[in-house]
């Protein structure tokens, strides 16, 4: 079988330390008894390999033609479980009929709109197992009241409890990206529902990070404060001081507020 060759516009680059793959592979934990997991971006499968000697019921997704027909050949008896699609367009709930976990090592350049689509899909992806730029994967993992702490931190972590894992250094990939890599892990939680209005928590939680640096009173005037809610001291504050909670309270009082 011909290699396949990394391509620079799809963000490839490929993982060559068999180590790194299988710790990778051992830290999808089955989370909710979950048997089901969704690879994204396998390229020539060295992930795939050690999620296959762990019996996962493995599925693959993978945009790149060469990579398909290249796991077809590998992976035969994976038949039709191999899908040729832009995992962000591709609806996977008819595919994957229930609950499933996502792994993978995954193209930086679309990393953080995986995460939104894997937010939306939040009551079917039970756990996801991934490498990601370190960046962001610390920003994903990062507690509030530091400057990583984020967008992304916030909604993830209404819905799931994250780890960051482990650091991987840029010289065990073909080819080698110009940053270090994190491995971070996320587990659904409890919440099937927070106690607020989910499309505008999303709302003030964008609008309240889009001028971090601006208390929350400036940032979330675009929304429409009473006088009542400016008052408030939790506009006093900036976002990244904000917890889930204390953004549900936020979302909570400015529901209350258009009501009144």
Known sequence: ???????????????????????????????QDVRKVLEIGPGMGVLTDFLLKENWDLYLVDIDSESIQYLHQKYSDLGDKIIEADYLKKDFGPIM?????????????????????????????????????????????????????????????????????????????????????????LKRNKVRQLECDEKLFFRVVKQGFNTRRKTLRNALKPLGLSDKLKEDAILDKRAEQLDVQEFVILT????????Q
Not at 1 to 18: A, I, N, S, Y
Not at 252 to 259: A, I, P, T
């Open 1 to 31: 079988m011909e290699k396949v060759k990394p391509k620079k516009h799809l963000g490839q680059h490929f993982l060559t330390d068999l180590g790194i793959a299988e710790k990778i592979a051992k830290a999808v934990t089955g989370h």
């Open 97 to 185: 009929c229930g609950s499933y976990a996502v792994a993978g090592n995954f193209p930086y350049n679309i990393s953080s709109q995986i995460f939104f689509k894997i937010l939306e899909e939040r009551n079917s992806v039970t756990e996801v197992v991934c490498m990601l730029q370190k960046e962001v994967a610390q920003r994903i993992a990062s507690p509030k009241g530091n400057k990583d702490y984020g967008i992304l931190s916030v909604l993830l972590q209404a819905y799931y409890e994250i780890e960051y894992l482990f650091t991987v250094p840029p010289g065990v990939f073909n080819p080698p990206p110009k940053v270090n890599s994190g491995v971070i892990r």
């Open 252 to 259: 909570k009082k400015l529901q209350e507020s258009w009501n």
